[in-house]
């Protein structure tokens, strides 16, 4: 299956620093996906990017599909985006779907 | 509110007792699945359903069992529990399995079981 690989694990920043959080994959895919898990433990989707770049306030993604790599970056951080970061992988025209083992960031005030 | 719903939010059990976790979801998706989260592994994916009476395996399904009767419905059963699957336990659904931004997952609130 698809391995997945996410960097750094732990990441902790003062408030208002930029950040940014890697996803390497080992194959081919149609379907990638960023999720923030809040201290509460909701998951939340954050980006559906396969390629490209997209930006949604201080939050973008870009993935290099050819490259296998996916970046998150935060920008500006608040306390409120502490929590796990987790790419999320399905390979071609497939159900199955893979996580990363996740970033945890910890923003302090 | 378009949202996907687990119950019960926590369950202690002990071994060998037959339980379910109920999913259900309110935004007509085709694709709904389970996950199992634990420390330090991420989300692994347990079974997953392309559609209605379309179930297959994910990486991790042993000692689960799930069907898909309605589209709205996905129960996660455990015939008999055992204390390796205590877990944090998530069901998301998309509009899809496969196909674009359909594919974007939904995830509900999770259920935290422990079994004893």
């Known amino acids: 299956g698809i391995q997945v690989e996410q960097s750094p694990p732990d990441l902790i920043l003062q408030e208002g620093a930029n950040s940014t959080l890697r996803c390497n994959f080992s194959d081919s895919v149609n379907n990638l996906q960023w999720f923030h898990q809040n201290p509460w433990g909701q998951l939340i989707n954050l980006f559906y990017?396969?390629?490209g770049t997209k930006q949604n306030g201080r939050l973008s993604a870009t993935t290099v599909a050819t490259e296998r790599y996916s970046l998150l970056y935060i920008s500006s951080s608040q306390t409120t985006d502490s929590g796990v970061y987790f790419c999320a992988l399905k390979a071609n025209n497939a159900g199955k779907s893979t996580f990363g083992d996740g970033t945890t960031l910890t923003v302090k005030p | 509110e378009a949202q996907v719903t687990q119950n019960p939010r926590y369950l202690i059990t002990v071994t060998g007792k037959k339980l379910t976790v109920t999913c259900s979801q309110n935004?007509?998706?085709?694709?709904m699945s389970w996950y199992r989260q634990d420390p330090g592994l991420g989300l692994r994916q347990i079974y997953y359903?392309?559609?209605?009476?379309?179930?297959d395996k994910g990486d991790v399904p042993e000692g689960y069992k799930v069907s898909r009767k309605e589209k709205r419905n996905f129960p996660l059963i455990l015939e008999s529990p055992s204390p390796n699957q205590t877990s944090l336990y998530f069901c998301a659904s998309s509009l899809f399995g496969t196909g674009g931004s359909g594919e974007k997952l939904f995830f509900g609130s999770g259920t935290q079981l422990s079994v004893l």
């Open positions: 359903s392309m559609n209605v009476e379309v179930t």
């Open positions: 990017i396969p390629s």
């Open positions: 935004m007509n998706h085709e694709y």
